[in-house]
Structure formats: C-alpha cells, structure tokens
C-alpha cells in the first residue's frame, strides 16, 4: 500500500501517544468518561474498535482490555444480534464522574475556607489508615498526622482543627504536593497540547472519528497528570508549575472538537 | 514566752505555706509584684523584713535572696542614712508588669481567632529552637512541630498558617497542656484558698502587716501554678481543672484584704 501522507488529524495522534504510556483498559474508562457518562449513555463495540485502531491498538488488546473492565464491574455488556453495546456501571459511572467534574471543570475550585487538622501522636499504621480515610475525604496531608482540607471533615473528634484563611503556602508544602516528576509531566503535557492546538488550528474539521479519537486522547493525557496530585488551587505548586494552561488548553481543544452524537461516529 | 492562740491569720498563713515550697527570693519577685511595681514604687527594708519574718523567713535568708536579685539586675537598692529602700528595675518591672496581666486579671481572656501553625520536617534542635521562639510569642507547642496561639504569629514564611475558629479540643491536647501533677496542685491551691477564704470571712478586719502577708501569700502560691502553663481558655484544660475556681477565689481574697499604701505598714 503506498504510503498517504500524515494528516494533521494523523500527526496529532503520533504527538499525543509518543511516549505516553498508554494502558488499554484506562484508556477506554476515559472513552466512557467522555462519551457515555449520562445515565442510559452506551457505546457500540464497533466505535470502541474504531477509536481504539484509529490509535494503533490491536484488537486483541481491546478485547482484553474490556474483558477486565467487565470483570471489574465497571463496565457491562449487552449483545443485540451481532454487535456488542458497552455501558458504565452503576459503580463506575459514580466514579466517573466524580473524576469528571475535576477534569472537565473549566477552572478549578479556588476555596475561601480551609481547615487544617492535627492528629495526636499515634502508630506509623494507625497513622496512615487515618490519612487514607481523610484523603478520601478530599484532605491532603502535609506532614506526619497534619492534613489540610476545604470541605467538612469525617468526624474527627481526636484532632486538634483550625477552621479559617490559610497563609501563604510555604516552599516546602509546594514541592511535597507536586514532586519533580509530576512537574516534568506537566511541561511535556503542555508542549504537546501546544503542539495539537497548532497543528490543528481554531476550526480544524476532522471527520467524527478523528474529532472522537482526539478527544479521548488529550482527556486521557490530561487525566492521567491531574488525578496523581489533590486537587488544590495554583497557590499550593511550585512556581513554573503548568497546571493551569494545560487546563485552559484542553478547554479550548475539546471546545473545537465537539462531539453532539458520538454514536453517529460509528455509522459515517 | 508563754504560747497565745493563734489568730484567723496566723492560722491562714500556716494553711498557704504548709507544704508549700517557699522560694525567698521568688517570695521577694511576688511582693514587689503585688505592692510596688507602679514606676518609681519602692519598698522599704523594713517592710520586707516585718513581711518575711511574719511567715518564719529567717534575717539572714532575706538578705542572701535580696542581694541575689540585686546581682542578677531585677531590683535596685538605695541607702537613705540607716534605712535601705528597694525598687524593681527597668528589666525587672518588665517582666512583673507582663506575668501582672496575667495573674491579676479578673478573668481569663478567650481570644476567638486562632492561628495554628505547622512546621516542615526538621531536625529536632532546630525544631525545639524554633519552639522556644514561638513560645515566647504565647504559642503552644500541640506535636513536635505543631503551634497554636491567638496572637498574629513571629514572621513564619515556611510554616503552613490556618487562622480562624478552633474545634473542640480534644483530650490528649488537654492532658499535655495541663499534666496530672499541675492538675493537683491547682487542687491543692484550691482547697487552701476554701480554708482561708472561710477562716477571713467578708470582713477580715486584719493589721496591715498580716493583710500585707497573706496578700503576698495567695499571689505567690497562685502565679506558681499558673505561670507553669499556657495562657488558654478554659476549655483547652482537662474536666474537673481548678484553674476558674482559683482564679475567683484569688480575686476574692485579694478584694477583702486591700493595700492602699503598703508602705504605711511599716510605721504601724
């Protein structure tokens, strides 16, 4: 076959998967995430295939892939004659979108009131089984039995609490919050959104399985950098720390990428 | 010499110094807190020695504490023909005057904005350094590392700040704050005081040499426990804390045995 030359549909994907790593199975919880997380919303077999050889992926690993999601009970599966429709499960549309409101939010929460808690000197084990209680909760901790946090707390009657304004956050809080690594992530996450966004231009008319593809591809990579750090305004990073224009790149991506009826992909 | 019964206050001052550990001069820092620490007040020798000899301090020990306190620059004496007259220093009346607010006020405060305050990680004498500043400034050490006060904090760029409401405070916060040892004495001091307050009655009608005494006396017991702990509301200190009870006895006691001119004491 001779060889076509790359589409700038083409060249973004080649942008957006060289060197990320790229699991299967979440890939296709980020599909789900943004095509069929409303109530009743499913996805036919033949679209998820699309998308995912579109990218690359053998259908070997798809069919793995969603194996295990079914096996998880995050997805399930309907059969009608013979094609396959995928939807989230009860547990899985919950969890998505809870993750959803975080990346697909515009801006991020700034909160006005903090509450700052202090647990009393206790056991490395008692001590981390706290944290993860209140990190579930949505506190993060800062220190040793410290945690910091902008909703109520679980109750926590053992805790010293200071309800209030919260100063400047030092240096030190900055860097534990946001590891080196993370912060790496984040720069090359923004030179290749910058990248897609000029490849593409403000009115880039793909066709839907490339507008879908891309899409699932850049919430992907976004997700994959904002779920591994809390979720905090921009004063608790490291100065340089890209957080808020990949936000406002993904923003404006998927505002030129829309998808009315994804299902309408699989039928073009 | 035959043995006369002993008065209302000789029996109240064997109540206040028994088992009491009567340091002469800390006695000597109480008295001049409680008769002179107004600028250029005064007390003359006489009147220390009528005071201390009254509660069985030998001569000789008086004057071992008055020259240790000239020596370490907390009074001043002066010679006026045979008669020596003492007076606090600048430094000395410093010092008086700030532990003064606190043991003469009528009741505690209760500050209701809260600055809690949370270290890096950091080796422990740098910690205990760090400790010992913000303890000066009238914060609390809660945890290594951990601050609590009321007032706007010494300059602390790397700690994490949340200022605001504080939450119930729990139990160990109390029981380090006030230790089992302290929470005993306040409940001696309380009992001693009960016994004194009811041997007085409203209307003590004393000389003014014992009104000068047992003054002397109730101050000095009361800011040896109270200058051992934090200055925190009530509710920072474990059930069945004497520290209120004291307080209103002391004020009490205090109203019923007035001084208006101390030094009259010494021509009665």
Known sequence: MPQTPATPAQHAIDILTRDAELRVWSLIVTLFGD????????????????????????????????????????????????????????????????????????TPETPESWHLLVAQPMAQGERQALAGKLEDAGYVTLSPGVFLGCDAAPSAPDMIAVSGTLAPVPDWVRQTLMPARLLQDYADLDRALTLVADLLGPTPGLNRLDAVTLRALIVHRWRRVLLRHA??????????????????????????????DPTATARD
């Open 231 to 260: 979720d905090l305004p921009e004063r608790f990073f490291p100065d340089g720390w890209r957080g808020t224009a990949c936000r406002d790149r993904v923003q404006h991506l998927l505002a030129v990428l829309p998808v009315s």
């Open 35 to 106: 095509l069929a997380r409303a109530r009743g919303a499913s996805l036919p077999g033949a679209l998820l295939s699309q998308i995912t050889g579109r990218i690359g992926i053998r259908p070997e690993a798809m069919r793995v892939a969603l194996h295990r999601l079914r096996k998880d009970g995050w997805i399930d599966s309907r059969r009608d004659g013979r094609t396959s429709t995928y939807s989230l499960t009860e547990t899985g549309r919950d969890a998505t979108l809870r993750a959803s409101r975080r990346i697909y939010a515009p």
